[in-house]
């Protein structure tokens, strides 16, 4: 669970301490290049401001310098988690205790003026389908008649290895994808995606490697997570439907996967712990997490198309949790490495109005979506702007905390 920090809620940079979406009690880690500047940089985010930490470090902490100065995490991430926290509890001290502020305050830079590039250098990729709502939605539009429940999902989180080279960080444009799909007229033709969706996901960041053959205990798994962050897994939905029986997405999912730019720690997200939903069927004991502390997470996530709002899927609603997926993706014996980047699979709740794609929104693009532009959708056109944003709500008097968000553009094929 959460680490104390060095100052509590409290920061002399103004307005970021406990009360910011983005404050001291987050503390999101990012890679930017600064104003001036040519490489990206590793910052830490402190409310409206972002600490540039190699200077910062070099001053005030020279033997953790080497752990925060390349251009993305995957240094730190190599470390185990001690270190993870330690480095977060050292930086926050330096961002609460009014002596640091004079070391401190001139390697502060405007969130404003940074370009934001992805945080890590991805490692694995690993998407999860851990959302029964999603999961049997799309088992019956895929697969009309059959069990919408492929028969192994309520024993293990279902997943596959995607593809890590092309994950964009937010931002980015996202061109519109080929590939070989059935058309209304049956025939089989190569071409644009006439289908192209999103998916509302979360995503985690892993770090401090395994070895070979050694998987991780659920009850170690948190020693893995270092952080959260937001991600659209952009889907053909024709390609894929084509393609995946028997053996799953290839092409339809590997042109493009969004992140958003923070990180932020998965410690900072004790407050979203909770029990997830009731489990069906009793669990193999290596994912059996009934007598484990609550493991899901409550965030609150929100799908927009061109500025409008279609839905607010629930993270909570997820019947798998992230120390579940952690400790399934090494039940076989396979590693970790720095920089592995795990998604969640879409995330969709009960309700008309917490669906996380537009498969799902639009039935399969038969029911579409009316624009206050008056214009229709039932899938993205090129052009078309998509955002997913996410927080941890505000309760027990405690405010909310920001995940930030992640957008990109489709572009035409070309
Ligand atoms: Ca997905």
């Known amino acids: 669970m959460s680490a104390p920090l060095g100052g509590g809620t409290e920061s002399w940079v103004e307005g970021a301490g406990g009360g910011h979406p983005f404050g001291i009690d987050s503390l999101a880690w990012g890679a930017a290049t600064l104003p001036g500047g040519h490489e990206p940089r590793l910052v830490a985010r402190i409310g409206d401001l972002a600490l540039d930490l190699a200077p910062a470090t070099e001053s005030l902490a020279p033997d953790l310098a080497p752990l925060v100065g390349g251009s993305s995490l995957n240094r730190l991430l190599a470390e185990p988690a001690q270190t993870w926290h330690e480095v977060r509890a050292r930086i926050a001290d330096w961002l609460s205790e009014r002596r640091h502020r004079a070391a401190v305050e001139p390697h502060l830079v405007p969130v404003g003026d940074l370009r934001l590039h992805l945080p890590i250098e991805v490692a694995d990729y690993v998407d999860f389908y851990a959302s029964e709502h999603h999961a049997t939605n799309a088992g019956r539009l895929f697969r009309p008649g059959g069990d919408p429940l492929p028969a192994a999902w309520k024993h293990l989180p279902i997943g596959y290895h995607g593809r890590a080279g092309t994950v964009v960080v937010s931002g980015t444009p996202v061109r519109r994808p080929r590939g070989l799909r059935r058309g209304s007229d049956g025939e089989i033709t190569y071409g644009a995606s006439e289908r ?219």
């Open 196 to 414: 192209l969706d999103v998916e509302v996901e979360v995503g985690f960041v892993l770090g401090s490697p395994t070895v070979a053959g050694e998987p991780v205990p659920l009850e170690q798994a948190e020693d893995h997570l270092f952080g959260v962050c937001l991600v659209n897994d952009w889907s053909a939905r024709d390609i894929q439907a084509f393609e995946y029986v028997p053996l799953g997405p290839f092409l339809g999912k590997s042109f493009a996967t969004s992140v958003s730019p923070w990180v932020v720690p998965f410690e900072a997200l004790a407050r979203a712990r909770v029990a997830p939903p009731p489990r069906d069927v009793p669990l193999a004991a290596y994912l059996d997490d009934s007598r484990s502390a609550p493991g899901a997470l409550d965030l609150e996530l929100s799908l927009r198309l061109q500025g409008t709002e279609l839905s607010r899927p629930p993270f909570a609603a997820m019947y798998w949790t992230p120390l579940q997926l952690v400790t399934h993706l090494t039940a076989s014996g396979a590693t970790i490495r720095a920089g592995d980047l795990i998604a969640s699979g879409t995330v969709s709740g009960p309700q008309p109005d917490q669906l996380g794609c537009l498969l799902e929104l639009t039935r399969g693009g038969s029911e579409p979506l009316e624009l206050p532009d008056g214009s229709r959708r039932g899938y993205l056109e090129d052009g078309d702007t998509v955002v997913i944003s996410g927080r941890v709500p505000g309760r027990d008097g405690r405010p909310e905390l920001s995940l930030g968000e992640v957008s990109g553009t489709v572009l035409a094929a070309g």
